[in-house]
């Protein structure tokens, strides 16, 4: 079972709607992170939230709105997405922010976009 | 920069035979080095990670990782397959920056387990 749990598993939305992702964490983590990974590829970053604040945002369209509401809570909204933002999206969590700390991920949102 | 490079995008095995996936780094700094898994329709699970403390790591379901300064190396090897090892492998750099921790990964091998 993982500790980082993300909802839904499954997205389907279309060009027009606006939908969100989901990601907690009850691990006392203080660093989180959203991850975008396409079929057969290597997850890359999209954004990182450390203490609650953003603190790396990878050149991420603005049609991707990450949030973070508390140190638990890790949100991402999506609004006028392309077919080609279809990909499994990830949250993670570590410690904190510094490096060398282990993520530990969710098992994923699966986002088709129509 | 930082990075890995992870060599042999589909590596197979027998079952029972020695399993070595394999991972480059570049690095200026020591860096710290994870190896990742991934099963089908699922999140990443930490295998293992390299933060200096010892050259060979040990970590979970019998795999293990040696550090190797000298060939910039962080090979993952288990001695004997099992079926349940197929599966994505991904190696990992951890890079700071300015704003926190980048997590940069290899393009990741899959492994298949045959009979």
């Known amino acids: 079972d993982t500790e980082v749990t993300q909802t839904p598993k499954h997205l389907v939305m279309g060009m027009t709607n606006k939908k969100s992702l989901k990601c907690e964490q009850h691990m006392g983590h203080r660093a989180m992170y959203w991850y975008k990974q396409k079929a057969k590829k290597p997850p890359e970053l999209m954004f990182v939230?450390?203490?609650?604040?953003?603190?790396i945002n990878e050149s991420v369209p603005s049609r991707f709105s990450p949030e973070c509401p508390n140190s638990s809570l890790l949100n991402l909204h999506l609004h006028a997405l392309q077919p080609e933002d279809s990909a499994l999206y990830l949250c993670?969590?570590?410690?904190?922010?510094?490096?060398?700390?282990?993520?530990?991920f969710g098992n994923g949102t699966r986002l088709t976009v129509t | 920069a930082q990075s890995v490079t992870q060599l042999g995008s589909h590596v197979s095995v027998s079952e029972g035979a020695l399993v070595l996936l394999r991972c480059n780094y570049s690095?200026?700094?020591?860096?710290?080095l994870f190896w990742y898994v991934q099963y089908p329709n699922q999140g990443l699970q930490l295998l293992l990670k390299?933060?200096?403390?010892?050259?060979l790591v040990k970590g979970i379901n019998g795999f293990e990782a040696e550090f190797k300064k000298s060939e910039t190396s962080f090979h993952l090897t288990k001695p004997s397959a099992h079926m349940s090892d197929a599966a994505e492998y991904f190696c990992a750099v951890s890079v700071v920056t300015g704003g926190g921790n980048k997590l940069t990964f290899g393009t990741g091998t899959q492994l298949k387990v045959e009979l």
């Open positions: 690095s200026s700094v020591p860096p710290y």
């Open positions: 993670a969590s570590s410690q904190d922010p510094g490096q060398g700390l282990p993520l530990h």
């Open positions: 939230y450390s203490y609650e604040k953003l603190s």
């Open positions: 390299y933060t200096s403390a010892a050259t």
